[in-house]
């Protein structure tokens, strides 16, 4: 009944015809929210998703429009079945040097769970233990229902800037905190390899490229995003570290498009980055102690949570306007004394407004309020110049 195409067929990009319509089979083992878009003046629908063939190799599939709802009763679903997947008539495209699964107009049809033979045949082959099916959020602009569903469980820990970086349990925790600023330090991107479902960093050896991962040696690699922003709410600040899915949705240009932008000029952060500066929104954060690499470490974040109710929610959280006018004025009053007190400069390191540990006093937000945070806002705005540079390297005009 229908033509698989294998996915070690759809390996190399330099293969791949996208004029040819193709029939695939998986396990769906991602489903991504869906987001409204403007395309080219139009508002279009999308929805992406990982599937997952018998040998551990993945394809991340998109779903336009019309047929975005046909994967919507499976987003969010408690069931602990297996979901195998048909696409009929699909197009194997590249996008950023990867190779995609999109749906082409109203050609393409899905089939979930059928009893044709190619399912029977699949499930045959299936592993007797593999991971349940995860419903992530890519907390989206346009997303009215990020990340709801785990709120409404009641399966989350919601804490601050300050209490982070205390935690000493391995664990997932929530953080609602605004984007203070941006930290490039260590750069703003990273060369990723060029196999499908392995986003790992590419070194260079031997003069090649070298996944860290899956050893594989590349003659080029893709160019993924990976920012450490500065997160603020009423506590404190603390560093955070957004990958290429997070700071793309963001800020709406692929890491692949800016790169290519201004390699060859001077500038050595692109300026586009600075909208997300200012952006609220809860951060959700995968904690493993045994990675944590001293105090001014970036706390990796697994997804961004920008739904309108929820940061309704934890509006009490978030620094007001107002506050940060009177933070600003707190700042330029200090910066303009000649000498700082023996007091306000005992245990301050210059630049790292993480080592500041605000006070605290159980059942009083008041021990949170502004001479907590003083000395790390001002180590924040009196040197954003160095925040917002890298080091004095060039941007590596690495193989594209």
């Not at 692109?270 to 706390?299: H, R, S």
């Not at 600003?328 to 009053?333: A, L, T």
């Not at 009196?382 to 590596?396: G, N």
Request: with cysteine; charged share 30%.
């Amino acid at each position: 009944m229908f033509q698989l195409k294998s996915f070690l067929a759809l390996k190399d990009p330099a293969d791949v015809n996208d004029k040819e319509l193709i029939d695939v089979v998986g396990r769906v083992i991602e489903i991504y929210n869906p987001v409204d878009k403007i395309i080219g003046g139009k508002a279009t629908k999308l929805i992406d998703f990982q599937i997952e063939d018998n040998a551990d190799n993945t394809l991340t599939c998109t779903l336009w429009n019309e047929h975005v709802s046909s994967l919507m009763p499976y987003y969010n679903s408690d069931s602990k079945e297996p979901l195998i997947v048909v696409i009929q008539c699909c197009r194997a495209k590249v996008v950023s040097g990867e190779v995609r699964i999109t749906s082409s107009y109203d050609a393409t049809k899905l089939w979930f769970n059928e009893d044709f033979e190619e399912f029977e045949e699949f499930k045959l082959k299936l592993k007797a233990e593999s991971t349940p099916m995860r419903s992530l959020s890519t907390g989206t602009l346009h997303s009215n229902s990020t990340g709801i569903s785990e709120f409404k469980n009641a399966s989350v820990i919601v804490t601050n800037c300050h209490d982070l970086k205390k935690v000493k349990e391995d664990g997932e925790y929530y953080v609602a905190a605004e984007i203070l600023g941006l930290d490039f330090e260590d750069g703003w991107y990273y060369l990723s390899c060029l196999k499908p479902g392995c986003n790992k960093k590419l070194k260079e050896q031997e003069g090649s490229l070298l996944c860290t991962k899956c050893k594989k040696a590349c003659m080029m690699g893709i160019v993924r995003y990976k920012v450490v922003v500065i997160a603020l709410d009423k506590s404190g600040d603390a560093p955070m570290l957004l990958w290429d899915r997070e700071v793309a949705e963001l800020v709406g240009i692929p890491a692949s498009i800016l790169y290519a932008k201004y390699k060859e000029v001077d500038v050595e952060v692109p300026p586009e980055l600075d909208a997300i500066v200012g952006m609220k929104m809860l951060f959700k954060i995968n904690f493993k102690l045994a990675l944590k690499m001293g105090p001014n470490y970036p706390f990796n974040v697994v997804r961004v949570v920008r739904d309108e109710h929820l940061l309704k929610t934890y509006s009490d959280r978030f620094v007001e306007h107002q506050d940060q006018d009177l933070m600003s004025r707190m700042i330029e009053e200090e910066t303009n004394t000649d000498a700082i007190s023996e007091e306000d400069s005992i245990g301050v390191e210059v630049n790292s407004p993480a080592s500041v540990q605000p006070s605290q006093k159980e059942g009083d937000d008041s021990a949170y309020n502004f001479g907590a945070i003083k000395r790390s806002l001002l180590d924040e705005f009196s040197s954003s110049k160095s925040r917002k540079k890298l080091k004095d390297s060039e941007i590596k005009k690495e193989k594209m």
